[in-house]
C-alpha cells in the first residue's frame, strides 16, 4: 500500500515535470520564433535603410556631376565675348568678332555638350530681361537641332528663372522634377526633366543672365526599383507629388490635372517625414514594413528634397520564418516525448529530493537564515559538492557578517568622537530646518546644549530682525540665505543663547542620506579675525599718515639740496645725501602703495576722469620711466602704434601709475642690456598696450596668484630686484576702474607679455573736450595745497619758487571748502585731511610733467 502511494506521488510529479518540460519547449519554440521575427524584421530594415542610403549617395553623386559639369560650361570664354559684344554695339572689343559670331561658336559648344551627354534634353542661355539668347535641344526625331532666333521665348516669369538671378556665382539653382513644357504646355510622350540654372556674372561681378541645362531623369533614377521580388518603391518631392511609382495615373498628376498626392495616401508617414530625414519601420495599421530616405537635391536650398519611399510587405519578410517555425515545433515535441521517458526513469531520490532540499535551503537563506546545514553524505555526485558549497557560504558568511557589524561599530564610534571634538562646529538640519545633530564646538559657541536645540528650528541661532514681524518672512530669507552659502561658504551674524550676535563664517554642503536631504553646515567664530583686520586698517592708517609726512618733507628737501639749492656739496656728503633720498624714495612709494591698496579695499580711491588721446600718455610714461631703466641698463621703446588718435577717457595720473607699475616690473626682471617692447594697437572698439619683457618668464605655479597683494615668484630675487608684492594688484585695480582689463601672456625663458584693454572713447562730450582744450592753453596753472603740515607746504613753495605756477595754500577742511568754492583751481592736491585723495608724490610728478 505504500508502495503504490509512493509511486503515485512521484508519477504524478514525474507527469507534473513532464508537462512542465513540454510546455517549456514550447515556450522556447514560440519564443525562438518572435525572436526570430524582429531579428529578421531588424535586419530587413537595416537592409532597406541601407539601399535607400545607397540610392541617396548615387543620385546626389550624379547631381553633383551635373553641377560641376553646368559650372565649368558656364566659365567658357564664349559669355563673356556675348556680353562685351552686347555692351559694344555687337562687336567684342578684345576679339574683334561680331555678336553673331559668338553665338554660333556658344550653339556649337552646346551641340557637342549635349553629343557627349544623352541625358540633356536641353541647354540654354537666358539674358537677364529673361528672353532665350541661344538654345540647343533634342527634338522628336532624337537629334541636335539649334532653336532658330524667331522660335526662342521669354522664360521670365519663370520661377528657375527668378531665382537664379538672385543667386551668388557659386550657387546653382535645381527646379523640381515635372513634365517637360513648349510653350506653356506639356510635351506628349511625357518627358520628365529636372532644371539646373546657374547665374552668368560680367568680370566685374554683375549678373547677366543665366545658363539651363535639362535634364532628362530616366538615367538619374535608373536605380530606383519600382517593383523587385514584391518590394516595390516610388519617388515624391517635398509637396507629396508624385515623380515615380508603379501606378502610371499617380505619376505627375498635378501636371495631368489629377488629385494624387502622398500626404493623402499616406498621412502617417507623411507627417514623420516632415521630422525625420530617414525611417524604416513596420505600421500597426498596414501589413508591411514602410520607409523612406530624405534626398536634398538642392545643396542650398534645405526646405526641398525628394523622398524615396520603400515598401516591403510581411510576407516576403517572414516567409522563410513560418517555415522554421513548423520545423521548431516538430523538433520541440520529438524531444518533449524523449525528455518524458528520461525523466521517469531518473527522478528518483537521486534527482527529486536532493532539489527539494536545495530549494528549502535556498529559501532560508533567502530570508536571512545563516544556520543552515545540509546532510552532505547523504547525497552523491554534484548533490554533494553542492551540498558542501551552500555549507561553506554560509560558515563564512556568519564570520564575515559578525566581524562587520564589529567595524561598523567602530567606525561609527570613531567618526562620532571626530565631529563631537572638531575644532568648527558641526550642525545637520533636515529638509524642513530642524536641527539633528550638534557637536561640541557649536555647543561652545552658541552656548546651549543637545537637549536644548535638537529638534528646533535653525532659526534660533540667527538674529530675527526686528522689522521683519512675520515668521514665514524670516524662514524664507533664511533658507534663501543657506541656498546661496551652499558650496562656496558666505560670512553671517550668528545669535548665542545669551543673546549677543558675533560674526561666523558658514560653510554649507548637501548630503542625501536614507532617501532624505540633510543643508550640513560648518561654523567658525570669526570675531577675533575681525578684530585684528580692525587693528590692521588702523594700523595701516596711522602707519601710512605718520610715516608719509615726515618722509615727503625729508625726501623733498634732501631733493633741493641734491639739487644745489643749498650749495655745492662734497663728493662724501652727496654720496651720503644720494642714498638717503634714494631710501626715503623707496619709502615713500612703499606707503603709497600700501594707502592704495587701503583706498582699493574701502572703495574710496578717487578718480578724475578726461578724454584725451591715448599714445602721448604712453610716450609720457616711457620717459617718465627712462630713468629707472637706465638705472638697471634697460631700455624701453615704443615699436608700434596707431597712425590715427585713439581717444579713451581715463584719469591721467591714475593709468600713467598703473604704466610705471607694468614697465618698472618689466625692466626689473629683464636681462641687462635688453629693450622692453611696447605696442599701441586698436582691437575691436578696445585698445590694447601690451609691455613684453625678455624676461626668464612667469612659473606656472604663480600664475594663479600673481594679481594677489603681496605676490612674489621669488622672494629671494625680488630682495634683489626690489618691489612690495604691491604693485600688479594696484594696477588691476585701477584698469578696472577704467571698465577695461588686464592680462599676461608667458612663456618660461621667453619673457612676458602684460597688457591692459581700454574702451574707446566714441561719443564725445563737447562741454568736456572744451574744458580740456582751455586747460592745455593755460600758462599758469592755479594750485590748490591743502595740506596740514606746514613744512610740507613749505618745502613746495621752496621747490616751486622759481617756476611758472600760481600757489594758493589750506591748512584745514573748513579753509579748503572755502577756497574751492570761490576759485577755479587747475590741480588741486590732498593729502590727509580728505580721506582717499592724491599723495605728494603723484603730485610733484604732475607738476614736473607740466614744465616746459
Known sequence: ????????????????????????????????????????????????????????????????????????????????????????????????????????????????????????????????????????????????????DNLLQNKADELYVIKTLEMPSEQVYFSNVSLNREHGVVQVPYQP??????????????????????????????????????????????????????????????????????????????????????????????????????????????????????????????????????????????????????????????????????????????????TVRLDALSVHDEFRTLYKTINTFTIKQQEFTVKLQQEIESQTHKLSAIIENIVDGIITIDNKGNIKTFNQAARKMFGYQNNEVMGCSIGMLVPKPSCDSQDSNFSRNLAQMIEKSMGVGTEIVGLRKDGSEFPLDLAVSEVKMDNAVHFIGITRDVTERKRIELMQKEFISTVSHELRTPLTSISGSLGLILGGATGELPEKARALITIANNNSERLILLINDILDIEKISAGKMQFNFSVISLTPLIKQSLDENKGYGAKLNVSFKLVSAPEKALTVRVDEKRLLQGMSNLLSNAAKYSPTGEQVDIKIEQIGDSVRVSVHDKGKGIPEAFRSKIFNRFSQADSSDTRQKGGTGLGLNITKAIILKHKGSIGYDSVEGKGTTFYIDLPLYIKHDEKEVMVVQQKEHNDKPLILIIEDDRDVSKLLSIMLENENYQLDHAFNYEEAIEKISANKYDVITLDLMIPGGMVLTSYVNYVIMKQP
Not at 538642392?298 to 520564418?321: C, G, H, N
Open 1 to 148: 500500500m505504500l508502495r503504490k502511494s509512493q509511486f503515485g506521488l512521484r508519477g504524478k510529479v514525474t507527469l507534473g515535470l513532464a508537462l512542465i518540460l513540454i510546455i517549456s519547449l514550447l515556450i522556447t519554440s514560440l519564443s525562438s520564433y518572435l525572436q526570430s521575427k524582429q531579428v529578421a524584421e531588424r535586419k530587413v530594415i537595416e537592409l532597406e535603410k541601407s539601399k535607400l542610403d545607397v540610392l541617396n549617395h548615387v543620385i546626389l553623386g550624379s547631381l553633383q556631376s551635373h553641377q560641376n559639369t553646368l559650372l565649368s560650361l558656364r566659365d567658357i570664354p564664349a559669355f563673356q565675348a556675348i556680353l562685351r559684344a552686347q555692351s559694344n554695339k555687337g562687336i567684342d572689343p578684345d576679339s574683334g568678332s561680331s555678336l553673331a559670331v559668338w553665338k554660333n561658336r556658344l550653339k556649337a559648344i552646346f551641340s557637342a555638350f549635349i553629343a557627349n551627354n544623352t541625358e540633356y534634353l536641353q541647354i540654354r542661355y537666358i539674358g537677364l530681361n529673361g528672353k532665350e539668347i541661344v538654345r540647343v535641344q533634342i527634338n522628336e526625331f532624337n537629334e541636335i537641332e539649334v532653336v532658330s
Open 193 to 370: 526633366v529636372l532644371r539646373l540654372a546657374a547665374p552668368v556674372f560680367t568680370d566685374d561681378n554683375q549678373v547677366k543672365g543665366i545658363i539651363v541645362i535639362n535634364l532628362a531623369t530616366e538615367k538619374l533614377f535608373h536605380d530606383i526599383k519600382l517593383i523587385n521580388q514584391g518590394t516595390s518603391q516610388f519617388m515624391v518631392d517635398e509637396n507629396g507629388n508624385y515623380i515615380l511609382h508603379t501606378l502610371v495615373e499617380k505619376t505627375f498628376a498635378k501636371d495631368k490635372g489629377l488629385d494624387h498626392n502622398f500626404h493623402k495616401d499616406y498621412p502617417q508617414l507623411a507627417s514623420f517625414s516632415h521630422k525625420n530625414d530617414n525611417l524604416m519601420r513596420s505600421f500597426n495599421n498596414s501589413a508591411e514594413i514602410l520607409g523612406f530616405e530624405k534626398i536634398y537635391f538642392s545643396p542650398f536650398d534645405k526646405t526641398r528634397y525628394w523622398l524615396i519611399v520603400q515598401r516591403v510587405p510581411e510576407s516576403v519578410v517572414f516567409a522563410d520564418i513560418r517555415t522554421v517555425l513548423n520545423q521548431i515545433l516538430f523538433v520541440g515535441l520529438i524531444i518533449g516525448v524523449l525528455s518524458l521517458i528520461l525523466i521517469v526513469c531518473f527522478v528518483s531520490r537521486r534527482i527529486l529530493a536532493p532539489v527539494l532540499n536545495l530549494a528549502a535551503a535556498a529559501e532560508r537563506l533567502q530570508d536571512g537564515d545563516l
